[in-house]
């Protein structure tokens, strides 16, 4: 009796579909780039038509530009004191920064021109990237990790 019971558990469950078999929606995965920036010290512009960064900053500045204010645009700070600059853009300097910048369109600058400072940082957007400095490597869509160049260089991403 427990065979036929267990058997025909096993046929109802392989005939009948289930919700878990409906195919899944998903949202667009959209055309972004990865950007990965490692002990970088220089200064390192990101502008995003839409995406997202984080990382931290060890001695250094972040100024945080979000022209359209949207309510989309989510930016956290940790670490450092915000000051405001004027209606869309506030910097916050300091040692043992942590940031992240998520969703609308934003710019922000990452300056770690001091001796030892290190600009670590992971983003996924469509926009450009602008690098110059001293010691640090970069990596766009986890390519080989590229030494941050001397004098100013801009990179499209997305």
């Not at 780039?33 to 960064?53: F, M």
């Not at 645009?73 to 004191?81: D, E």
């Not at 998520?102 to 926009?127: D, E, F, M, P, Y």
């Amino acid at each position: 009796m427990r065979f036929l019971t267990i058997s025909l558990a096993l046929v109802t469950l392989a005939i009948v579909p289930s919700a878990g078999a409906a195919p899944l929606q998903r949202e667009p995965t959209g055309n972004g780039s990865q950007l990965g920036l490692y002990a970088g010290h220089g200064t390192a512009i990101v502008k995003s038509d839409d995406g997202a960064i984080l990382g931290t900053l060890y001695k250094g500045t972040i100024v945080v530009r979000d022209p359209l204010r949207g309510a989309r645009t989510v930016v956290s700070t940790s670490g450092c004191k915000r000051k405001r600059i004027d209606a869309i853009t506030f910097s916050c300097a300091g040692r043992n920064i942590s940031f992240s910048v998520v969703n609308g369109s934003w710019k922000v600058t990452l300056r770690g021109n001091r001796l030892g400072s290190r600009i670590n940082a992971s983003a996924v957007v469509s926009g450009w990237l602008r690098l110059q400095g001293t010691a640090g490597k970069f990596a766009i869509d986890n390519g080989r990790k590229r030494v941050w160049p001397h004098t100013w260089r801009t990179f499209v991403l997305g």
